[in-house]
């Protein structure tokens, strides 16, 4: 069984950007790096956004950016400019093939397809377990999901994020694709948080996507069934489906953090690099898997690289109010896109604000639910 320096389960977004981050820094130049996963080719397996002040270090790979978004519901309703921000899309196809042409170039990065069964822990490392071999590492980043610790326990709301999408062309130039629909609320609610995004791609294409903040998911034809309504009241008809996508992203503040051990790490949705209260994940593991390389040029013990900070304390009483009164988020949305600048929303949500841009926020947001989570936690 041969010894590797680090090895990283899972080959998506948060595993090949650790490996990524890791070819492009000399010091792993002599470290042993296995990458296992049970497929090497993912392709359009995902479509990821974020926003960004100015320029970045994904902007290569961009399927489209937009300087304006949308935001509508029965309250509220209006175009933003989000300058100096931008709003951009990545595919995944176009992603993994670029960080995978860097990888490749490393003769200590190695890549194995297998499925894992379970991993021992040990004094000196992890074995990794499989059907058919072992694999033994010093390290081990795993980004593989079990639902089990967070599903098991009750002290942390769980929701998910979810949807299907559907890449439509249309026959006409009808869509205006200067602007991205960030959430549009005017869809029937029935209970829960329901909202419509929309990404034009071009004046022909664009992706329209069904998505809810809920605890239970829905049978995949309601999905379909809510697209093809708001197709039909945006007068769009003439058109074909090229494409669909569907997923659900755990919103959840349980504290990943007491699965890592001073020999593994989870990183990626698998450590809560998910932002709890949004589900977008690919900027914050930009922005951890650069964190995590300098990290591991100082420190041996995994346990010391996350810390809660308070906006894990913000997520969690969003989550409490949602989870609670789920019918009544899109009037939170609302109020908050209402009275709060957007420039304060996208800081905050980086959780990059300062204590007067949180203040903004939390003003912005109705008093009464958010105080009673607040004592709720408290006592």
């Known amino acids: 069984m041969k010894h590797y320096d680090y090895i990283i389960l899972g080959a998506g977004a948060s595993g090949l950007l650790l490996a990524y981050r890791m070819s492009k820094d000399v010091y792993f130049d002599d470290k042993s ?54 709003y951009k899309m990545i595919r995944s196809k176009n992603f993994y093939k670029t960080l995978w042409e860097t990888i490749r170039l ?32 010093s390290k081990l980043f795993n980004s593989l999901p079990n639902p089990k610790p967070f599903q098991s326990q009750k002290k942390y709301p769980i929701l998910q994020q979810h949807f299907v999408g559907w890449f439509i062309k249309a026959k006409e130039a009808i869509f205006d694709d200067s602007t991205a629909t960030f959430m549009d609320f005017r869809v029937k609610q029935k209970g829960n948080t329901r909202f419509m995004y929309v990404l034009p791609i071009d004046k022909n294409t664009a992706l329209f996507e069904y998505t809810l903040f809920s605890k239970e998911l829905l049978e995949y034809t309601e999905y379909e069934t809510m697209i093809s309504e708001y197709l039909k009241e945006k007068g769009i008809i003439d058109y074909e489906i090229i494409e669909k996508e569907m997923g659900s992203i755990p919103m959840t503040s349980f504290r990943f953090s007491e699965l890592n051990t001073k020999h593994i790490l ?35 013990d995994l346990t010391k690289f996350d810390k809660r900070l308070k906006f894990w304390f913000y997520d969690l009483l969003f989550l409490d109010v949602l989870a609670n009164h789920n019918d009544e988020g899109a009037a939170l949305f609302s109020s908050m896109f ?10 905050f949500l980086d959780e990059e604000s300062t204590v007067l841009e949180d203040f903004k926020i939390i003003v912005s947001v109705p008093p009464k639910r958010f105080t009673q989570a607040f004592f709720k936690r408290l006592f």
């Open 33 to 86: 790096i296995l990458i296992i996963d049970k497929i090497i080719d993912k392709g359009n397996d995902r479509t990821w956004c974020y926003w960004e002040d100015g320029e970045g270090e994904w902007d290569t790979l961009l399927t489209k950016t937009w300087t304006k978004i949308y935001f509508g519901s029965d309250t509220v309703s209006k175009t933003i400019d989000i300058s100096p921000f931008n």
């Open 106 to 137: 490393k003769s200590n990065i190695t890549f194995v397809e297998d499925t894992i069964d379970t991993f021992n822990i040990s004094e000196i490392g992890v074995e990794v377990i499989s059907k058919t071999r072992s694999y033994f590492g």
């Open 266 to 300: 989870n990183i990626g949705t698998a450590g809560g690099w998910t932002k709890a209260s949004t589900g977008y994940t690919f900027k914050n593991t930009s922005k951890k898997t650069k964190a995590l390389v300098q990290f591991l040029k100082t420190e041996n």
């Open 338 to 347: 209402k009275r709060a600048d957007i420039k304060t929303i996208f800081r």
